[in-house]
Every structure is written in structure tokens, then in C-alpha cells.
């Protein structure tokens, strides 16, 4: 009897360790397990994208949207290799989606501003031409004459207050040398000058300037022969009740094609001209 007992006790199913319950894990564990930093290339994106605004003020300043975007796309890759140890893509998208906004916007800003620009020196320097070909010195010295020193003045007026007499006279003769230079060659038998094309564009926040070269054919007294060259007619313009008002600042003749160096602004006189 006692036999049988101790042989059923013997022969029980003991207990397998491995049904016993696991210790639980601390809610601080859990938390150190899921936490993901926000990587660094999300913010720089975001940052880079709200700056690309200062593209408005600096095409060339595009550059930073540019550099917004290239952050972007690299902070999003890193985020979906690594998953479970970064985050941030929502920084990422929003700096992406701000440089694409301000930098397109800046670039169809400027591009739409150039051609403006550009239609309207070519409209005036068509003009400029015609005066050139048919007009007087009088003439010519008008429309080199900023809007509001000319407004209400005839040419023969305005040729009067720029060419004065004496010292003043001498200086402004020497100033517009290369204007009168160039009359005279038109004003040859033969001659003549064609406007070509807009060398290049500008808006300094004050005036806008162009370029604008000219292509004469003159004929040279000792020889007889056609002489080909080329003129620059550096041309600004000034808004005048909603409206750009162009003028001649200078001209360059002889002129060798694309050697024009833009200089520092000139104190204005008054007429348009600097000292």
C-alpha cells in the first residue's frame, strides 16, 4: 500500500520551468525602447526652407531652397532605413515643400521681371535709334535726360541747361563726347546704325538698366569703304506715376562687344547723369 502511494507520487508530472510567468518589463524600459530622435538633416531642411524666402530679394540666393530640398530628401532616406531610430519626416516634407513654393516663385518672379525689362529697353532703344538716324543733337540730348529734369522742356530747352557756357560748357561737351561722336558719324554720307540686340539687364532697387548695342556702317573718308562697328547705349529707367520712364545714362563709342563693366552709382545731378 505505501508502495503504491510512493510510486504515484514519484511518477507525477513536475513542473516545467518554462510555464512560469516571465518578470514584467519596467514602463521606463518600454519607453527607451521606442524613443526616436528627430534627425538633424529634418531641422537643417525646415530652417534652409523658411530662409529660400530671401530669394525674392537675391536670385542668386535660390541656391538655398535648392539646399532645403537636397536636406530634405536626405533627412526622408535616412528616416526609412532607419525607422526605428529616427523621425522628423513630417520637418523634412514641410521645409521641401516651403523651398519649392518660395524658390519657384522667386525664379518665375525674376524671369517674368528680365523679359519686362528687356521688351521695354528694346521699345525705347528702337526709339533712341530713330533720333539717332533723323534727329538733332537737341534731340539727342533729351532723351539723355532723366524724366523729371526733361518733363515739360523741349529739346532745344533741356540742350540749353546741359550745354551752358564757359567751364560748364567745356565739362559738359567732354561728357557727352561719345554722344556727339556718334551723331557726326551718322551724319555722314553712307552711314548708318541699326539697333541689335539688349546686352544684359538690371534692377539696382532704384532704376532699371540695360544695354543696348547698336551696329553702325560708316564709310571711311580717306578710303572710300564701308567701316562696320558697334556702339552701347547704357540705358535706366525710372517709374513716373506707374509707368517706366527710360533715358540714355551714357554712351560708348566705339564699343567692342560684351568688354562693358558695370561701375559703383554715380551721384545723380539732377538730369540724370552722375559726377
Known amino acids: 500500500m505505501t508502495s ?6 514519484s511518477t507525477a508530472p513536475m513542473p516545467s520551468s518554462s510555464s512560469s510567468p ?8 518600454n519607453e527607451i525602447a521606442n524613443y526616436r530622435a528627430i534627425t538633424p538633416l529634418a531641422i537643417v531642411s525646415l530652417i534652409l526652407g523658411l530662409f529660400s524666402v530671401l530669394a525674392f530679394a537675391n536670385i542668386y540666393l535660390a541656391g538655398i531652397s535648392v539646399a532645403a530640398i537636397v536636406a530634405g530628401a536626405l533627412a526622408i532616406r535616412k528616416i526609412q532605413r532607419f525607422p526605428d531610430l529616427f523621425t522628423g519626416k513630417v520637418f523634412a516634407q514641410a521645409g521641401i515643400v516651403i523651398a519649392l513654393i518660395f524658390g519657384t516663385s522667386a525664379v518665375t518672379t525674376m524671369a517674368v ?3 519686362v525689362r528687356s521688351t521695354q529697353a528694346k521699345a525705347f532703344s528702337r526709339v533712341f535709334e530713330e533720333a539717332i538716324k533723323k534727329g538733332s543733337t537737341d534731340d539727342l540730348l533729351w532723351y539723355s535726360t532723366n524724366p523729371e529734369a526733361r518733363t515739360g522742356k523741349t529739346p532745344k530747352q533741356v540742350s540749353e541747361e546741359l550745354i551752358g557756357a564757359g567751364k560748364d560748357k567745356m565739362m559738359a561737351e567732354q561728357h557727352y563726347a561719345q554722344l556727339f561722336a556718334l551723331k557726326r558719324a551718322m551724319d555722314s554720307p553712307g552711314s548708318d546704325i541699326h539697333f541689335s540686340y539688349i546686352e544684359g539687364t538690371d534692377d539696382d532697387g532704384r532704376f532699371l538698366l540695360a544695354n543696348a548695342v547698336y551696329n553702325l556702317h560708316t564709310i571711311d573718308a580717306k578710303t572710300g569703304k564701308e567701316v562696320e562697328e558697334n556702339a552701347l547705349a547704357v540705358l535706366k529707367a525710372m517709374k513716373v506715376k506707374e509707368v517706366y520712364e527710360w533715358w540714355v545714362e551714357t554712351i560708348v563709342y566705339p564699343y567692342k562687344l560684351g568688354t562693358h563693366v558695370k561701375t559703383a552709382a554715380p551721384v545723380d545731378d539732377g538730369h540724370g547723369h552722375g559726377h
Open 4 to 9: 503504491d502511494v510512493e510510486s504515484k507520487v
Open 22 to 29: 516571465s518578470p514584467a518589463v519596467s514602463a521606463i524600459e
Open 113 to 115: 521681371a528680365e523679359v
